[in-house]
């Protein structure tokens, strides 16, 4: 990990770099693989599954009856696990319906907003490393809740071909029949052109390794919609004296075990806390079964040391988080002060694990730097809103003038026109 001592402002930018691989290697990979689905459907698909996977793959959708019988070989407690973390997360969603509104911006002039489902969505659920079953609680709930029709699950597949019981077991209690086992760019490119056996979607979602990442924003470019770069997995915890070296230890640990490119942060106004944290990762990190995967992204961390706690608050928010777990005395005050952060995590009892499962939050959220202008996946991440309006006569009449008014100034006689031949039927 890299330590720095109150960096200057003109440096921070350079300091909060996310971990990339080569860019035009990553472009071209991506590239080519998305033009060879495109172009070769099913075969290209499996071909790359075997070239990159190592999987040689005869059907790609896995069977209705395996999807329902995937529960006899997950355990009861798992189960029982699952249940909470879906009764939080819906709950939580749930809230995020609302109801339409009619406004009356002039008497007889009424304007609303209606949300209206996405019909077919992907749902791509991260596999390489580890099946990531809670992703697909987070997207298909609030999928259900806004009523997407069709829902399509694309995720890795094991060394021999199958998926995850979990993943499997989790999409049959959420109600989703077409689960394949494609992974990767391949995935991503299966559900936005659509082949013999992916149906074509409108809007793909799911987090993702930067192969993944990068294949959303490509598709996104020829029409096809995203939820949001959401990439290798980051956070930054924000501490003062009060903080728990330990807990902060955990905490940076938690995200480094999701990949080689995740990214941890430290950020506090106490040399000495650094010092404890440093201390605490070597000791939890021994016990980790994924130590060489969190070693590695030790070393894209970073440890700021700010003098004054407003500066590191306003460092904070240039590097804008996908997680921030603030441990500091008065986190509400500093939270209050949050303005680029995907999920925030306050007090010393707020683990960001909650939140990746059982919270009620969503976990998936903007990377890299990309919190700075979106939000993470809700129940408006499943819908279009649609605006309505409706004038009587009387409402056109009211603001017929200003529209007619506006149109003669832009020059556009025709739009003055459809109102005048209204008004002129009326008087
Ligand atoms: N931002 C979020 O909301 C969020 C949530 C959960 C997970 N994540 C992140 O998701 C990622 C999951 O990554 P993962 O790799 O374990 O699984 P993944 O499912 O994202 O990617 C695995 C696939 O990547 C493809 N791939 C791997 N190496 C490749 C190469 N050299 N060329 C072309 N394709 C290649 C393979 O096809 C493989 O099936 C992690 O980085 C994790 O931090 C982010
Ligand atoms: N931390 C991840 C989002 O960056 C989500 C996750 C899933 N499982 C465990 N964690
Ligand atoms: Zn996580």
Redesign the pocket.
């Known amino acids: 990990m890299q330590i720095f001592n109150n960096p200057s402002i003109n440096d921070w930018q350079q300091i909060l770099q996310r971990p990339a691989i080569n860019n035009d290697t990553l472009q071209n ?2 590239l080519h ?1 998305l033009k060879s689905v495109q172009t070769e459907g099913d075969e290209a698909v499996k071909a ?2 075997k070239s ?2 190592h999987i040689e793959l005869k059907q790609l959708q896995v069977a209705p009856e395996v999807i329902k019988k995937a529960g006899e070989k997950v355990d009861a407690a798992l189960k029982n696990a699952i249940d909470i973390a879906i009764q939080n997360i819906r709950l939580f969603h749930q809230k995020q319906v609302q109801a339409i509104e009619k406004v009356e911006t002039m008497p007889g002039v009424v304007c609303w907003r209606k949300s209206v489902p996405i019909e077919k969505v992907g749902l ?7 099946p ?1 079953f809670s ?1 697909l609680i987070m997207l298909a709930i609030p999928a259900k809740i806004a009523g997407c029709k069709e829902l399509i699950v694309c ?2 597949p094991r060394k021999d071909g199958t998926v995850s019981e979990v993943i499997l077991y989790t999409a049959s209690v959420l109600g989703i029949e077409k689960v394949f086992a494609i ?4 995935a991503i490119a299966a559900m936005a052109y659509g082949t013999a056996s992916v149906p074509q979607v409108y809007k793909i979602f799911g ?6 990442t990068a294949a959303k924003q490509f598709i996104q470019q020829q029409g096809v919609a995203i939820d949001m770069p ?4 980051e956070v930054c915890v924000l501490a003062d004296e009060s903080a728990n070296p330990d807990f902060i230890a955990a905490d940076l640990l938690s ?1 480094a075990e ?2 080689p ?2 990214q941890v942060v430290l950020v506090t106004n106490q040399m000495i806390i650094a010092e404890k944290v440093i201390k605490a990762i070597e000791q939890q990190l021994n016990n980790l079964p994924r130590k060489v995967i969190a070693e590695k992204a030790l070393q894209n961390s970073k440890f700021i040391i700010m003098d004054d706690l407003e500066d590191a608050i306003a460092l904070v928010n240039t590097y804008a988080a ?1 997680h921030l777990i603030i441990q500091c005395e008065h986190a509400e005050a500093i939270a209050e002060k949050i303005t680029n952060a ?1 999920s925030v995590f306050l007090g010393n009892y707020s683990p960001e694990s909650v939140g990746d499962y059982a919270s009620g939050t969503n ?5 890299n730097g990309f919190a700075k202008a979106y939000s ?1 996946v809700s129940v408006d991440s499943f819908v279009k809103k649609i605006t309505f309006q409706q004038l009587s006569q009387q409402g056109l009449q009211q603001v017929g003038p200003a529209v007619m008014q506006m149109a003669i100034a832009e020059g556009l006689e025709a739009h003055k026109n459809a109102v005048q031949i209204r008004l002129n039927q009326t008087i």
């Open positions: 990979t991506v693989i790359f599954t990159i996977d791509y659920i991260p596999g390489g490393t580890a990531l992703t995720t890795p992974g990767g760019v391949q987090p993702g390794n930067q192969y993944v959401a990439g290798p997995s995200q999701h990949g490119d995740s996908e995907g976990h998936t959220l903007p990377t993470g």
